[in-house]
């Protein structure tokens, strides 16, 4: 393992991080912000205030381009990946008894997504996202 690059341009911790394509890195930060990352140009292309509390979970589908991201503040949401940039949010979870702290997505081969989401109570709920406005093809 060599290291690469280093970054030190944030003002606050970041807590998770997952590659939307080769060069754009999204950022899920303690102040419970995302930023999608520019790694080439060492810049901020989209900064957004993604929740109201810790930002416990992200996860992208390449296949879908969808990020979703989940949080202390009880909600889970979607988020749509298009010209380096993320849409407005769908919420798929919001309420105030269940902190999600933990989401997967799983894609099978009849083109069905579903979406897994746990908490730190040993509750786990598996969601079909066809229910869902976008258009996940």
Request: aromatic residues 12%; proline residues 1%.
């Amino acid at each position: 393992l060599q290291e690469i690059q280093t970054f030190k341009l944030f003002r606050s911790k970041v807590v998770f991080a997952v590659f939307l394509t080769k060069n754009i890195i999204a950022l899920a930060l303690s102040d419970y912000y995302i930023v999608l990352f520019n790694i080439h140009f060492r810049a901020a292309v989209q900064t957004i205030h993604a929740h109201t509390l810790d930002i416990t979970c992200l996860h992208y589908s390449s296949k879908r381009k969808l990020l979703f991201s989940s949080s202390l503040d009880c909600s889970v949401k979607m988020w749509r990946f298009k010209a380096e940039k993320l849409s407005s949010p769908e919420v798929i979870e919001e309420g105030e008894d269940y902190e999600t702290t933990a989401l997967a997505l799983i894609e099978d081969s009849s083109n069905e997504s579903r979406l897994v989401l746990c908490n730190s109570q040993g509750t786990i709920k598996l969601y079909s996202l066809s229910r869902f406005s976008y258009q996940l093809s």
